[in-house]
């Protein structure tokens, strides 16, 4: 299992100002953790309680759905494409990148076993849209596009172009090469993907998309490129029963939620720093960003009142942000709590040469990177508390599919505990459907003209 460490956050280590008494917290929050970790369980099967998601690790028949697939079209693409922004992508980049080799779309086809390469279009800058189309050969592209509204003009504008230029290059053979991830019954793409003929996959109700990963939003792709998805399953599984213990002195995700909820509000760390101790779950910080950010950054609490909070979150990564960001949070303001995630066994050892001993770098021959990495990562564990600055560690015994599941699981069950405690709806986002629906109206759709003479107004007001 992972493990956290949250000894730095003690005021026995960085000192009382800014420091807590971890141990009498826990004791006093004992019962609120009960409350509310039996009350998550006990409605995450009512409709309209956006808490599917904790049941996904056990949805057999799409992992049997998923599986079928993937066998059925291995062999016959080189490229996934996978269209998507936000939950829709950002989940299953984490997941890729961190599961695959490294740099899996450069390897060879006998390197990746014959696997196809997986490229993401999560955003709609036309350069790199452009770039990216000119360089793959479409007809040897298996596109999935995913949204559960089906709606989602970046999403939807993505699939408009492939679509149009795989019907030009494979005439009707065309729809062999989507696969469709929507909602089960309503939203233009599933009217589309029915109409079309394409093979779909269904986003459940009550998922949000930061909360989709461990759906066929995620799923499908992985399987496509190889990557075992009963071990992720096992993984979710095996964290699901841990954190369902209503201990808060055994269970890490109420552990870190309340550590961090405790932390902004009384100690003045509004800002969350995510800094994985590997390039390859560099995108995990991405994912957590989302998901910390739009479930706990809410105008209005339960109720009612206006509370304007959640905390920010910031994505790095070590060692290489020790060299841009470290003397910001060791010397500038003390606002934050920093989250170190910790690999203790990488999937390779590369040894440094013992060369130049007569020089100041002669210190390092005969160590490995592997060493200097973990190096790296305590000493500025270290170097954080003798500046007072509050740290957690987490710690995965190596990367593969059951430990990030874990990882990944932990995390969505720690951001719905933090919710409970800030007391806000941690699953709605009206910030972003405001910006949405002003997207519909400038670019014309039918139904927002009153708005998009509105917000036409605003902007010449600016």
């Known amino acids: ?126 350069d790199s849209i452009n770039g990216l189309l000119e360089t793959l050969d479409l007809k040897k592209t298996l596109v999935n596009v995913i949204t559960k509204s089906g709606s989602t003009a970046e999403t939807m504008a993505q699939y408009m172009i492939v679509k149009d230029k795989l019907e030009q290059e494979l005439g009707d053979d065309y729809r062999k090469n989507i696969v469709a991830t929507t909602d089960k019954q309503t939203g233009v793409l599933r009217q589309l993907a029915d109409q079309e003929g394409y093979k779909t996959f269904v986003v459940p109700d009550d998922v949000g998309g930061r909360f ?18 009963d071990e992720i399953i096992q993984g979710i599984k095996d964290m699901d029963l841990a954190l369902k213990n209503t201990d808060i002195f055994e269970n890490i995700a109420a552990q870190n939620a309340l550590i961090h909820y405790l932390m902004d509000t009384k100690k003045g760390k509004n800002i969350s720093v995510m800094m994985p101790y590997s390039s390859r779950l560099k995108y995990i910080s991405d994912w957590y960003v989302q998901l910390w950010a739009e479930s706990l950054g809410k105008a209005y609490n339960n109720n009612g009142e206006v509370v304007h909070i959640g905390p920010t979150p910031v994505k790095a990564v070590g060692a290489t942000d020790q060299h841009s960001q470290i003397q910001l949070y060791n010397e500038g303001p003390n606002n934050k709590i920093i989250n170190f995630i910790r690999v203790e066994k990488f999937d390779t050892i590369l040894e440094i040469p013992k060369i130049f001993e007569y020089t100041g ?33 987490i710690t995965l015994p190596e990367i593969n599919g059951y430990n990030i599941a874990q990882l990944l699981y932990m995390f969505e069950v720690q951001t719905a505990i933090a919710g409970e405690l800030y007391n806000i709806d941690t699953f709605n986002q009206p910030g972003v459907e405001q910006a949405k629906n002003y997207t519909y109206a400038l670019m014309g759709r039918s139904g927002y003209e009153e708005s998009a003479t509105e917000i036409q107004n605003k902007m010449f007001a600016v």
Do not use: C
Not at 212 to 229: C, K, M, N, R, Y
Not at 376 to 383: H, M
């Open 1 to 126: 299992m992972i493990r956290l460490d949250y000894r730095s956050v003690d005021s026995n280590i960085i000192g009382n100002e800014h420091g807590l008494n971890i141990q009498e917290e826990f004791a006093n929050y004992k019962d609120t953790i009960i409350r509310i970790i039996a009350d998550l369980n006990q409605r995450k099967d009512k409709p309209g309680q956006w808490l599917q998601w904790m049941n996904l690790g056990y949805n057999e028949e799409t992992v049997w759905y998923v599986k079928e697939y993937a066998s059925m079209v291995e062999g016959r693409f080189d490229n996934i494409l996978v269209l998507g922004i936000g939950g829709s992508a950002l989940g299953g980049l984490a997941v890729t990148e961190a599961l695959l080799k490294p740099y899996w779309n450069f390897l060879t086809p006998e390197q990746r076993n014959n696997f196809p390469r997986i490229f993401f279009l999560d955003n709609i800058d036309p």
């Open 361 to 393: 770098i002669g210190y390092l021959g005969g160590k490995t990177v592997n060493d200097l990495m973990n190096a790296e990562a305590d000493s500025t564990r270290v170097s954080l508390a003798d500046y007072s600055r509050p740290t957690i560690t």
């Open 212 to 229: 989709s990963v461990f759906s066929a939003v995620g799923l499908l792709p992985f399987a496509l490129v190889g990557i075992d998805i």
